[in-house]
Structure formats: structure tokens, C-alpha cells
């Protein structure tokens, strides 16, 4: 049984009182079943409302079996959302006298086995020093989606080297830069390595968060500070790094928002390094292959005496 695939229920009568516990599907439209008419109609109403909760972040789908109760019922989404149902954040008991149980006896029998592979017990708390954690061997892609141990999935939207890479999350839209990502198998020390209770996600060694504004994002800084450096092995590469190294300066001094100091240094920089500030013409004498000597391949200088 998958996390996704979890039902989490919440019951509450009229005194306040509620009860958690956790479900799969069959099990639980066996209770539609018994506690309503067990009409085709009700049974299929159940299930589009159930389902509607896996594209709603925030949404319970709700059936009234008594009018003494309420039964509260969502697909889980994520590892951290699971350990908040466990540990009652999504209860809204107010008495601290009549506080939210957790019926352990109503679960379904296969949703032990997802607590076990998430490293939980039934509190919500972590199982520290339960869990196995293997590294893999891992090419991260642009577009892949990555799940993280903390819960979310993010897409990588940029693959800044092999380690670090520019990310989404899939969940809130929060840009992150990734740093010294590594992919893991986890699984329960104490069973061997099993399909059902391995989870396969990434941990990092910190990460830069960005916002949610893409535009405010600085990709050169990112690139300078994070990627690997591209090794230019051609003349086309060559022009190419050279043309972006233009226009990125041309940029800087054209930016009103900037102070003139800042402008004039790029102006500056430009007629340095292309003798112009004009597109037209450095354009055609990058064509002319002009500047096709100013960046060399810089020689890595071996320490110790000359000779």
C-alpha cells in the first residue's frame, strides 16, 4: 500500500468528542455500506467526494451517518501531512477534557506497514535509529520530480551540477536551490529490503530558498556560486559564453533601478573588454571572431618549487 492511497478519518460527536484513524479504501466503504443506505447512488457520491480530496490541498469530504456524528474523510497527500494528522493538528477539539483519540483497532491492517516504512508509530513520532538509509547512484534530470524526506515533491528546473540543482516545490510553488542533494533508499532496519516498505527520496546537505517570484531569481549568481563550470571545447561555445558575457552587462547598464555607479562599472567593463556598447556592431565583430582569444582556458597551477 502506497502513502497516497491512505484514507484519514476523523469522527466527532456532539459532545466534542473525536475519534482518528487511519483507512484504505474497501475498508472504509465498507462503513459507508453499513452506517448508510448502501445504495448505489450513496456508495458512488461517496467515492467522487473522497477523490475530489486528492486535488484539494486544504479540502475533507464530509457524511453525516447519524445526526449525532460527522465523519470528516481525506486521501492522504504527503509523509508530513500524515504525521500531523497522528499528532491531532487537524482536529479542532477545544475541551482539552475531551481530547482526540486515536482508535488503532479501526485501522486498516496495511496501514501499519506505510507507518513503518515512514519510520512512525501511531503518536506521530519519529522512530529515530529504525530506519536504513542507502545511498543510489542518481543523474538528476530537468523536469524530473523528486520527493524529499521531509515530505514534498519538488520539479527540477535546473540542473546546476551533479549535486546542486534549482527546484520547485510541486506543493506551494517556492523556488530552492539545493545543495549537495543525494538520493536514498530507506527502509526498516529490522526487515530486510522490501518493495512495500522502501521509500526512495532525496535529503540535501542545506538549502537556499528563493521565494516564489521567479523573476527576483539571480540565475548567474546561482550558476557562479552552485554550477560547474562548462568547459568550452569549440569555437561556437566560445562566442556563445562571450555573447551572453555581453549582454549581461549591456543589461546591467541599461537597469534604471540601479544606481549609476553600478552603470557606469558596466559601461565600462564592456568598452574594456568589446571596445563598444553597441549590439550592432559588437555583434558583427563577434562574427568577425574579435574576441575569440578573451576567454582562455585558465591552466591549473601545480604547487611546489619551479624548476
Not at 475533507?60 to 451517518?65: I, L, M, R, T
Not at 515512514?118 to 542518481?138: A, K, V
Not at 543523474?139 to 521531509?150: M, Q, R, S, T
Request: net charge negative.
Amino acid at each position: 500500500m502506497r502513502l497516497e492511497e491512505i484514507l484519514l478519518v476523523k469522527e466527532r460527536n456532539q459532545e466534542g468528542k473525536e475519534v482518528n484513524y487511519l483507512s484504505n479504501l474497501s475498508d472504509y466503504f465498507i462503513q459507508v455500506s453499513k452506517n448508510g443506505s448502501g445504495s448505489v447512488q450513496e456508495m458512488a457520491d461517496a467515492a467522487r467526494k473522497i477523490y475530489a480530496t486528492k486535488t484539494d490541498m486544504y479540502g475533507w469530504a464530509e457524511f453525516y451517518f447519524s445526526q449525532n456524528t460527522v465523519t470528516s474523510v481525506r486521501f492522504c497527500a504527503s509523509e508530513s501531512e500524515l504525521q500531523g494528522f497522528l499528532l491531532g493538528m487537524y482536529n479542532h477539539t477545544e475541551n482539552k477534557n475531551i481530547p482526540y483519540i486515536f482508535d488503532e483497532e479501526r485501522c486498516s491492517v496495511e496501514c501499519f506497514g506505510v507507518l513503518q516504512a515512514y519510520g512512525l508509530d501511531t503518536s506521530g513520532h519519529d522512530l529515530f535509529g529504525s530506519m536504513h538509509y542507502e545511498p543510489l547512484e542518481h543523474d538528476f534530470k530537468n523536469g524530473e520530480i523528486i520527493h524529499n524526506f521531509n515530505g514534498k515533491d519538488y520539479r527540477i528546473l535546473s540542473v546546476l551540477s551533479p549535486d546542486n540543482l534549482l527546484l520547485m516545490g510541486v506543493s506551494d510553488g517556492q523556488f530552492v536551490a539545493g545543495i549537495g542533494v543525494q538520493m536514498y533508499e530507506r527502509y526498516p532496519k529490522e526487515q530486510m529490503k522490501m518493495g512495500a516498505g522502501t521509500v526512495v527520496a532525496v535529503e540535501w546537505q542545506h538549502g537556499v530558498y528563493l521565494g516564489s517570484d521567479i523573476t527576483k531569481i539571480d540565475c548567474d549568481i546561482l550558476k557562479q556560486d552552485y554550477g560547474k563550470p562548462e568547459k568550452i571545447t569549440s569555437v561556437y561555445g566560445l562566442r556563445e559564453k562571450t555573447r551572453e558575457d555581453f549582454y549581461k552587462h549591456r543589461n546591467t547598464a541599461d537597469n534604471k533601478n540601479l544606481s549609476e555607479k553600478v552603470r557606469n562599472a558596466a559601461k565600462e567593463t564592456l568598452w574594456e573588454r568589446y571596445s563598444t556598447e553597441d549590439i550592432s556592431e559588437f555583434g558583427r565583430m563577434l562574427e568577425n571572431g574579435r574576441y575569440d582569444g578573451i576567454f582562455p582556458e585558465r591552466k591549473r597551477k601545480i604547487p611546489g618549487k619551479s624548476r
